[in-house]
């Protein structure tokens, strides 16, 4: 079975800090997703990748970058956390089927 | 860019009617869209999916639609139960593979009521 893990289950950070989303996956997944969920807006793509070192924007990567340097782990970076990027970050990965999700992360900027 | 419209936001129903949950997408070039079901406070969960040279695809109680020229595609749940109460989410690929990115809709919340 499919496991993708995220660090935390709850992280609380302050404005202005330089925050880390960790994923790992142990299935030897070649691709990598960053979402937010948010009420009502659904899950919106921060960045993925599809390679080791490799990675593409999303739909809304601004405030954010990713790293990958080794294939089963994909972090999110908020560079300068901001109040607005208070919300629940989901991690996934896929080969050639469907993406399987970690449990996410609920990050609060205070 | 690309955008995937859900409808409707919210579906009440009784135990025992169908649902039936619509999505639009506006990439041509999309070929595989999978349906999640979340769970309060949980991760979301693959329920099926379908690629485009198919038209419809089952799975006991739920089904999946499938109308490329139409750009739209419909989930069919069958003799809901209780159980069935949750978010579901619609999904469209960015570009032909089924591996990679997804844009997804802003999802439909499912109560049924026993």
């Known amino acids: 079975d499919v496991k993708v893990t995220q660090s935390s289950r709850y992280l609380v950070k302050r404005t202005g800090e330089k925050v880390f989303l960790e994923c790992v996956q142990d299935?030897?997944?070649?691709?990598m997703f960053w979402y937010r969920q948010d009420p009502g807006l659904g899950l919106r793509l921060i960045y993925f990748?599809?390679?080791?070192?490799?990675?593409e924007k999303g739909d809304i990567p601004e405030g954010y970058s990713v790293s990958r340097e080794k294939k089963e782990r994909f972090s999110l970076i908020l560079e300068s956390a901001s109040t607005n990027q208070t919300s629940m970050y989901l991690c996934a990965s896929s080969r050639q089927g469907p993406q399987h999700f970690g449990d996410g992360t609920r990050l609060s900027i205070l | 860019g690309e955008n995937v419209e859900q409808h409707p936001s919210t579906l009440s129903v009784q135990e025992g009617d169908s649902a039936v949950i619509k999505c639009t997408y506006s990439?041509?070039?999309?070929?595989?869209f999978p349906w999640y079901k979340q769970e309060l406070g949980k991760r979301p969960q693959l329920i099926i999916d379908?690629?485009?040279?198919?038209g419809e695809k089952k799975d006991q109680r739920i089904a999946v639609t499938l109308n490329k020229t139409a750009k739209h595609f419909s989930l069919h749940i069958t003799e809901t139960q209780p159980e069935d109460s949750a978010v579901y989410f619609c999904?469209?690929?960015?570009?032909?593979?089924?591996?990679?990115?997804?844009?997804f809709g802003k999802g439909t919340t499912l109560s049924v009521s026993s």
């Open positions: 379908i690629r485009s040279n198919v």
């Open positions: 999904a469209a690929s960015i570009g032909n593979q089924a591996g990679t990115a997804l844009i």
């Open positions: 299935m030897d997944h070649e691709n």
């Open positions: 990439d041509s070039a999309s070929n595989y």
């Open positions: 990748s599809y390679d080791v070192k490799m990675k």
